[in-house]
């Protein structure tokens, strides 16, 4: 599936081919004819990983609307390509572009289960349950290779640390032997994000991810093993799949769902471009309409950044869908149980060795 910019040019399997400029460089881009007439094959873009060692890896949350203290990102960038994914500034913190870059140019964090270690074995570190894809998805295509997010479910495991985890991929489960028995503990909870059933769409919205119907079937492998999975419909747009709601739910709890959630689609910083663009390439006539209902549920911004009401919006499309998602979670027999995880287990690291012992 391609994508095209208001440029006309064309990214095969990618969500954005636009090179939308970070906001912090000193200088702007202009797009210019080379004299290349490049054919469409060559114009894909090839996905690059860099490697980091970062000296921590544990991100502390403060915000009082997010159901998590810590979290953990093995990943920076995303190669599933989800146009309207609100991660995507974080790469112009390194002075590349939000657009095809961040599904590109990938950042793996390839010390990240040793790192986690070390913080877990510190004498006045309290036990929380971790999230993991609160910003990227751990379980994108380079995992495969790499590791890092198995790599670091071990360590938790091997501790009894409690872990959630947020993911579009089938590869989750991969893993059924360690979050096996990690959930028989109440250990862990796995929620799968699902934006629409309709195959070409989300092949539109979040190219490199995987398809719809294998990941309601990632919903009951889980849940069959045991391992509590739920879903999340995860943005709700609107007038693109906001009517789909009822039926995405009905297919989760079919799945063994017991649990759901919704986020409102958000537009921070540069992905307010990117979106306007997918919009006029994708959904044609669409742009405008789709705009004023962002504006309206946002008190007249594109963004509303304000705890609460970013993931939620306010007005009358807001309490729709609200109303909605209530009505269809008592109908489909969802949102009944608490899923409380257990952090009364945790047993820290062993340094490996003892001189490690005295910091």
Known sequence: MASM??????????????????????????????GWDLEDDEKT???????????????????????????????????????????????????LSPGIDFETKIFAKSNAAQVLSKELAKPRYVCKPIAMGTNTDPYQPAERQLRITRDLIEVLHDCRHPLSIVTKSWLVERDLDLLQPMAADGL?????????????????????????????????????????????FAPVIPFINDAEMEQV???????????????????????????????ETHEPGKTEHVFSIIRDLRAGRENDPDYFTRMRGQGVYADLIRSRFNKACKKFGLNRHNWALNTGLFAPPIPASPQQTLF
Not at 19 to 28: G, I
Not at 196 to 212: F, V
């Open 5 to 34: 910019n208001a440029d006309g040019k064309i990214a095969k399997g990618r969500g954005t081919s636009s090179k939308v400029d970070a906001r912090f460089l000193q200088h702007e881009r202009t797009g210019f004819d080379d």
């Open 45 to 95: 873009v090839p996905t690059e990983i860099f490697r980091e060692t970062p000296r921590t890896v544990i991100s502390r949350n403060q915000s009082p609307d997010i159901p998590f203290e810590t979290s953990v990102n093995p990943y920076r960038g995303c190669e599933h390509g989800c146009v309207y994914c609100y991660a995507r500034p974080s790469h112009a913190y390194v002075d």
């Open 188 to 232: 862990v909870k796995v929620f799968v994000s699902i934006t629409s059933l309709k195959h070409d769409l989300a092949r539109r919205l979040e190219p490199r991810a995987t398809a719809p119907a294998r990941r309601l079937k990632t919903v009951q492998t889980l849940n069959d093993a045991g391992v509590p999975t739920g879903v999340m």
């Open 249 to 279: 739910l009905e297919q989760a709890a079919a799945a063994g769902a017991k649990t759901t959630g919704y986020i409102m689609l958000r537009l921070p910083n540069e992905v307010k471009q990117l979106f306007r663009e997918w919009l």
